[in-house]
C-alpha cells in the first residue's frame, strides 16, 4: 500500500487531481488530503491532472510503504497575480493611487495569468516526489560480522565524513549501510564484509593514487586483496566502457560485492535518477547487463534494502 499526499501551500491551490498509474486512472485527491492505493512493488508511469493543468509523465519504481507528495509549481505565481488586484483595489479606495496605475497593473496580471495556459506551464503544473527514504541507520544484521567489521567500517566511515551524493543528497556511507545488509543476506564471511567497506577507497583510478599509502593495520590482507581484485573485475565494465571488455568474475566472494554493489546502486538510481538523469536509457541497460552477468532479477534483492 501507498500514501499520496497533497499538501497545500497558497489559497488558490483549489480543485481535484485525477491520479494516473500507468495511465489508468485510479484515484482523485483534493488539497491537503491524502489517499491510498494498493500496489505490487514495481516501475510505474505516473501523472496527476486537473482540468486545466498536469504534471509530465513520470517512471518511478514504487514500493509498498512509499509516501507520494503532490506539489503544486505554480500556485506562488497564482496567488500573487490575483492578490496584486486586490491590494491595487484597497489603495485605490483607501490611499487614492491613480487608475491608470491600477488598470495598467491589472491588465499586465492578466496576460501574466494567460501565459500560465500556454503548454510549458500547463503540462508542468505539478510536480510528483517521494518523500520517505530516511537514511538507514543500521550497520550489520548481526552481531558478529559489525564486531569483527568495526576497523574496516570505522575506516569507510572516517573517510567520507558528512559528504553527500550530488543528486540524492543521502550520505555517501549509504552505500555501505545497505551493501551490508545484501551481503548479510547472502551469508557473506566477515572477509567479503570487510572487503566491501574498503572498495570504495580503492576503485577509481583517482582513488587509488591518493589512498594506497592509508594505513590499512588491523584489517585483515585478505580482505584488501578482495577490495584490489574487486577494483580489477568492476573497473572493467564501467558504464561508459564495452561490456565485452569485461573481464570475468575470478571467485564468489568477488560475485557477492557485485551483487550489492550493483543492487543497491541500481535502487538509488530508480529513485533519484532514472527520470532526470541525460544518460538515464544508458545507464538503466548498463545495470541491467550487470543483473545478467550476475544471474540474477532485481526484484528479488531490492525488497532487502526497501524501508
Known sequence: MITIKRPTTYGLDIGSLDVFIDDALLTSIRPNKSTTLHLKTGDYTLKV????????????????????????????????????PVFLLIALTFIGIPIHIFWMITVICVIAASFMQLPIFANNAYRIEKVNHPVTEIKYSNSDSSKSNSKAYDLIQNYYGDKQAKRSKLPLINHIDEGLILLSSMNATNIVIEAYCLHPILQSDEDF????????????????????????????????????????????????????????????????HADNHKRSKELDQYFNNWFLILNIEYKEWSHKITR
Do not use: W
Not at 504534471?55 to 497564482?78: A, C, V, W
Not at 571467485?251 to 543492487?263: F, G, P, S, T, W
Open 49 to 84: 491532472k486537473s482540468k486545466s493543468y498536469q504534471s509530465p509523465r513520470i517512471s518511478m519504481h514504487i514500493q509498498d510503504g512509499d509516501t507520494l507528495k503532490i506539489t503544486n509549481e505554480l500556485g506562488l505565481y497564482f496567488t500573487v497575480i490575483f492578490l496584486i
Open 209 to 272: 593514487r591518493n589512498n594506497k599509502s592509508f594505513d590499512f593495520s588491523g584489517i585483515n590482507t585478505e580482505s584488501i586483496i578482495l577490495a584490489m581484485e574487486y577494483r580489477r573485475v568492476a573497473n572493467s565494465y564501467l558504464s561508459t566502457g564495452d561490456l565485452k571488455q569485461f573481464a570475468g568474475i575470478s571467485c564468489e566472494e568477488i560475485r557477492q560485492m557485485l551483487v550489492a554493489d550493483k543492487v543497491q546502486n541500481y535502487k538509488d538510481f530508480l529513485i533519484y
